[in-house]
């Protein structure tokens, strides 16, 4: 199952600083047949207005993966970690036995980031915060840029307390390439600019769904797919879970 969920129907919120958009319920929307996406639970697509953010707020349980398109995100949080997290870069909170902090862009310019949120796979964990650099460059496919799967901390990811992969990739005009995803499993897919299709497994004849820039495409029950980039230059944010 290959499904194309357009950005101009999910959910939406928006105050004085803040523009969210919810791939997932969250907050104020709700939508019962989407409640998340396996062991994904959240992707909010948010703009932040310069100089405004999230106050201290509290999280538990929660693999929390934030992911930067525009600008910067300060982070604090309440066991003395600070940090500047750019476009392009990713920051990795372990919410745990309790975590609270806040996140501000202290820039000139709108930030505009993708949060997302997966369920760990155990409860109780010790919390933590981590942000690094990932450069991308075209033509090497999705990288990973957070996981907990096997492998996933040994190819650069920074870890997670979940079954799941984040991974990112830049595609030049008119570029493939294809994802293999295992049984009992499930991914997201979501393109910060460009636009893609999805053909699923090659060998299968089917037709093409085709996404713009912030649409989500939700996958089940797939051996592979093949992401081919549209006619301008693309980039791709991947989640991989158990469903």
């Known amino acids: 199952m290959i499904e194309l969920r357009p950005f101009a129907e999910i959910g939406h919120f928006r105050n004085t600083w803040l523009d969210a958009h919810h791939h997932f319920s969250f907050g104020g929307y709700h939508d019962r047949a989407r409640m998340g996406w396996?062991?994904?639970?959240?992707?909010?697509?948010?703009?932040?207005?310069?100089?405004?953010?999230?106050?201290?707020?509290?999280?538990?349980?929660?693999?929390?993966i934030t992911f930067i398109r525009q600008g910067a995100i300060t982070h604090k949080d309440s066991l003395g970690n600070e940090g500047v997290t750019r476009a392009g870069d990713v920051q990795v909170m372990h919410a745990g036995t309790g975590i609270?902090?806040?996140?501000?862009?202290?820039?000139?310019?709108?930030?505009?980031?993708f949060q997302i949120w997966i369920i760990p796979d155990r409860t109780g964990i010790k919390p933590g915060w981590a942000s690094r650099q990932f450069p991308r460059s075209l033509g090497s496919g999705l990288q990973i840029l957070a996981g907990g799967r096997p492998g996933d901390a040994e190819n650069g990811g920074l870890p997670l307390y979940a079954d799941a992969g984040v991974l990112a990739a830049r595609l030049a005009p008119g570029e493939r390439t294809v994802y293999s995803i295992a049984p009992g499993r499930a991914a997201y897919l979501v393109a910060p600019t460009g636009s893609f299709s999805v053909n699923g497994v090659p060998a299968q004849a089917r037709d093409s769904i085709h996404a713009q820039a912030r649409d989500g495409i939700a996958i089940n029950d797939e051996r592979a797919i093949v992401i081919e980039a549209g006619a301008a230059e693309t980039e791709l944010v991947l989640v991989d879970v158990r469903t």
């Open 38 to 64: 396996g062991a994904l639970r959240v992707w909010n697509d948010d703009e932040v207005a310069p100089h405004t953010g999230f106050d201290p707020h509290p999280h538990r349980d929660m693999e929390i």
């Open 100 to 113: 609270t902090h806040a996140e501000y862009n202290q820039e000139d310019e709108p930030t505009r980031l």
